[in-house]
């Protein structure tokens, strides 16, 4: 982890953007401050300033010198200034001996530099009597330029301390996610790197880097869930498909050694090529369904409606094979779903059940739950599944040790569990004690 990195960590960003606009307003805010004191301050001494020059002057401009003696002798401090110079700039009384060049009669108020004569700071006006003299008066402003010193101080250096607080506050905050996203790229380099068993590391904080996480790690499930299909596919068609095929083989060598065509021969390499096809079929129309591409026809679609069509459709091949077949409760519920797929999936189940349930056995369709929680269920009271078996009778291809002598691909139920994951609805095999149970939960389909 470096300390570079923080600058790409939303929360440092988030933080300093923040901070930013909590300076913006801070030096704002004392910049206002700032700029009223001085200007109220500076007002109220050029007040002050205009206030001594009218009294000086009004009772009689010729007898503005003495009264200039009297105001210096009066401020004992020495904060005021009290000059009188003659029209052509020489010194006539007062307590400073030059009048500054930048200071014109009846013009705007200066501030003079220390000098020999006022050692301070002080601001300046002046004005032109009637007998042509100029009367300049002035007073210490150093309290002033202290004041606007210490303002300009404060805004100066609230504006560092809140800067270097929001850059120390910015990469406290961000530390933690970004050793969090050093953990989560370590993981996902190894993912990469081929170790699909790696999930991502979760905290108990549930924010938005563990959200990412869960939402990644079930990807991760699907995907190796996926990954092991496939393997376990291609080891179960090496394994199943190489027989029939070996099979063929051998029939059409004889065919081909022998001097005349034996149909029998070849109805049965045909039946083997069947086979051969069906298995392959069905692989493809379940990679079909993963694909996801038929959500297009999903439409509110009636579950009674179809359990009803299904048994409607199987009620001849039960009665054939001496099965009781017949629709149980139909609880009312419409969910969003394709009436078509849902047909070939709950066709499947009970293909299955009349198959290996038995002569003499029966089979039920129904709508159970509530409105709420509608679950369609397929139930039978055959032999049913070993409880080793229920998770691998889901996978392609595979066929238990009871049904091995049945005919059939071994994907009939692998193609109903990628009509139901295609759903988002869920699928339980249960026992029924005696038989199977198997219900499709449907809540997931409801329309709003």
């Not at 700071?121 to 210490?150: F, K, S, W």
């Not at 078509?340 to 159970?368: H, M, P, Q």
């Amino acid at each position: 982890m470096r300390l570079s990195e923080l600058r790409r960590v939303s929360t440092f960003r988030l933080t300093l953007l923040y901070g930013v606009i909590v300076a913006i307003g801070m030096i704002a805010l004392l910049g206002v401050i700032y700029l009223q004191s001085a200007v109220y301050l500076t007002r109220r001494v050029d007040t002050i300033l205009s206030t001594e020059a009218d009294a000086l002057v009004r009772p009689a401009p010729s007898d503005t010198a003495r009264r200039i003696g009297e105001a210096l002798t009066l401020d004992g401090d020495q904060s005021n200034i009290f000059a009188l110079f003659a029209n052509d700039g020489h010194w006539l009384a007062g307590n400073i001996r030059a009048k500054p060049k930048a200071l014109e009669p009846g013009g705007a108020p200066v501030e003079a530099a220390p000098t020999a004569d006022f050692p301070a700071y002080a601001r300046l006006i002046a004005r032109r009597l009637p007998t042509g003299q100029v009367l300049v008066v002035g007073r210490d402003i150093n309290q002033l330029r202290e004041m606007r010193a210490i303002i300009a101080s404060a805004l100066v250096w609230s504006g560092g301390l809140t800067f270097t607080i929001m850059i120390a506050l910015a990469t406290l905050l961000s530390l933690a996610p970004l050793r969090r996203l050093s953990g989560l790229k370590l993981v996902s380099d190894e993912i990469a790197a081929g170790d699909l068993k790696k999930r991502l590391p979760m905290s108990s904080h549930n924010d938005e880097l563990d959200m990412l996480a869960a939402t990644v790690n079930a990807m991760m499930d699907e995907i190796e869930r996926l990954l092991t299909e496939v393997r376990g596919v291609s080891e179960i068609i090496a394994h199943d498909l190489r027989a029939p095929l070996t099979r063929v083989r051998a029939q059409l060598y004889r065919l081909q050694q022998s001097d005349s065509h034996d149909s029998v021969e070849m109805a049965r390499a045909v039946g083997q090529i069947d086979i051969v096809l069906e298995r392959f079929r069905a692989l493809m129309r379940i990679s079909e369904l993963e694909a996801r591409h038929r959500r297009a026809g999903f439409a509110a679609t009636d579950l009674a409606r179809i359990c009803r069509e299904v048994v409607e459709l199987y009620a001849p091949l039960a009665d054939a094979t001496g099965v009781r077949l017949a629709t149980g409760a139909e609880q009312a519920a419409v969910v969003e779903a394709d009436p078509k797929l849902l047909f070939e999936a709950l066709s499947n189940l009970v293909d299955n059940a009349i198959k290996f349930a038995g002569e003499g056995k029966s089979v039920e369709v129904s709508v159970d739950g509530t409105p709420q929680h509608p679950v369609i269920v397929v139930q039978d009271d055959g032999p049913g599944i070993a409880a080793s078996e229920k998770s691998l009778v889901l996978q392609r291809l595979y066929r238990g040790e009871q049904v091995r002598r049945e005919p059939g691909s071994g994907l009939g139920l692998s193609i109903v569990v990628s009509i139901v994951r295609l759903h988002r609805f869920r699928m339980n095999l249960l026992d029924a004690n005696p038989g199977l149970r198997v219900e499709i939960d449907c809540t997931s389909g409801l329309t709003a």
